[in-house]
């Protein structure tokens, strides 16, 4: 199976894991992602707050790329995924944007989560599992971006996503029902509103714990970063220890097909993960 495929700028550097883990993975099930020639940054850090036209132009111009292929475009980061979508629904809808001429738009922009799920499916999924991840209790984290507003991002359901549940329980994970996780973990507030940003983080630690989990599957750089990296601080600020550990979901499906540099990608997480696995006898 062949994919058009747009990394992002995250996954070159702080989300490097995810980038390793889904490249990983994607070999793993015979998937050639064809990443974007010349691609460029989506304008999702900050374009898009500071000038509307220049941040549709920036995604146009990569889906303009994407479009020369025809193939589906494959992408790992909610951020982009929202921005790719925004231009989309522009493009198709004819408005003309700088530097796009003729738009065919015959192609999907999907969440590599979607992806996975609905283009592989059970089947092939649960196929390609060595190492069942059994007694392993999750709560999958979606994050706002990534089915909100429905009317941009197709989500079938904006509140109530499958397609990690989905996915991780052909993995054999306990997946515990939650009413979080589509919810933001205020990752655009972390420099200029703080105090905003760990409060909503707080809301979902504490919500996941009381859900049952051991451990949080998200598939979202920004999301990942703000809840694995700022648990520290908001233990000191709360007077509540926190050390849940934060998953990539490719990370999982990683360690469930045996994929031998899994071990490497779990060294690069704030919260080392690597104890709970130990202890759940998964590496």
């Known amino acids: 199976m062949e994919v058009s495929y747009y990394p992002g700028c995250s996954l070159e550097g702080t989300a490097k894991e995810y980038s390793e883990s889904l490249e990983g993975v994607a070999h793993l099930m015979d998937i050639n992602l064809r990443e974007l020639k010349d691609w460029n940054c989506c304008g999702a850090s900050s374009a898009h707050a500071l000038n509307h036209r220049l941040a549709l132009s920036l995604a146009a111009r990569n889906l303009a790329v994407a479009d020369k292929s025809g193939l589906d475009l494959v992408v790992p980061c909610a951020a982009c995924f929202q921005r790719l979508k925004v231009a989309e629904k522009k493009l198709v809808a004819g408005e003309k944007i700088d530097g ?38 999750a709560v999958c ?74 451990c949080i599957v998200a598939g979202c750089p920004m999301c990942l970063s703000n809840l694995d990296g700022r648990q520290g601080e908001i233990s000191k600020a709360t007077g ?39 202890q759940k006898g998964l590496i």
């Open 100 to 137: 796009v001429n003729g738009y065919g738009g015959k192609f999907k922009v999907k969440h590599v989560a979607n992806f996975f799920w609905e283009d592989l499916g059970e089947d092939r999924l649960s196929a390609k599992v060595k190492v069942p991840l059994e007694n392993l209790q």
């Open 141 to 214: 984290y979606y994050g706002c971006l990534t089915t909100r507003p429905p009317k941009v991002t197709d989500a079938a359901s904006a509140e109530n996503p499958m397609s990690m549940d989905s996915l991780l329980t052909c993995l054999g994970v306990d997946v515990r029902p939650w009413s979080y996780k589509a919810d933001c973990c205020g990752g655009s507030l972390i420099l200029t509103r703080p105090d905003i940003a760990r409060d909503l983080m707080v809301k979902l630690l504490d919500a996941a714990v009381e859900a049952g989990a051991e």
């Open 240 to 278: 509540k220890e926190y050390r849940i550990p934060i998953f990539y979901f490719t990370e999982l499906m990683g360690i469930a097909y045996k994929h031998p540099s899994a071990k490497k990608w779990l060294r690069r997480h704030i919260v080392d993960p690597r104890p709970l696995l130990s």
